[in-house]
């Protein structure tokens, strides 16, 4: 049985965790295939990876299993969690980094990790990722019964992702929300869903204004070459939510904006 390992961390690339997680997995699980979805996360950014598990996972197979490893407290009496949500399995600590999988609609189980015959020993305690979680990953793989991992959780007792939701005045026809999150080109995405903007603007988006920091911009786009190279513009981006960019730029350097900036939407006056 080959099954899909994908793995998302903030180790970076230039030491060898990242590689020696994939030598213990392929060590228990040869027929594993690992799929590297980042190893660029902020360091210790819980919020920046929550989104993007949450945002990929369903790009995949299901049954694919999904080891997410930042972990600021690890060594601490946080838990480790095994969580069952939407077909897929989700390895990584009880921190929220996990949290957005946690939603009724997404959620089918959740199992607190204490299979110590799975761990590699001696155990560290700075490195649970190679140690507990990528042999636990390995052996699921290779079909153990997510059962078997530990005691039974339940949902409402693991830690969520804390964010701020966007405010939407249908009166006065304004939305007003925050960056959440930069990638590696330096588009700018918001906690402002495009199902918000088709319901409060329709296909008036186009006629829209969005104001971050002192910068406002004309027009929600449909895409990045709508806009000259070097301008800024407003889309809605692959992750369903509208982001801030600048073709063939970076949004985040010229605009001197980041994690938790006020984003508003309105229409003009006519």
Known sequence: MSRIITLTTDFGLEDEYVGVMKGVILARAPQATIVDLSHAIERQ???????????????FPDNTIHLVIVDPGVGSNRKLILLQAE??????PDNGVLGLLLEAEYFQAAYEVQC???????????FHGRDILAPVAAHLAAGLDPAAAGLVIARQTLKKTEFAEAIIDSVQATITGEITDKDHFGNL??????SSLNNLYGNEKSTASVTIGNETIAGIQTAYAHKAPGEILALVG????????????????L???GIGDEVTINIPPK
């Open 45 to 59: 950014n819980i919020r920046q990876a929550a989104l993007l598990i949450k945002s990929a996972y369903r790009f």
């Open 87 to 92: 077909g897929h399995f989700f390895l990584g």
């Open 116 to 126: 110590e015959q799975y761990y590699l020993t001696p155990t560290s305690a700075t």
């Open 189 to 194: 995405q918001t906690n402002i869903t495009a």
């Open 238 to 253: 692959s992750r369903g939510v509208l982001e801030i960019a600048v073709n063939r730029g970076n949004a985040a350097t």
């Open 255 to 257: 605009l001197d904006a």
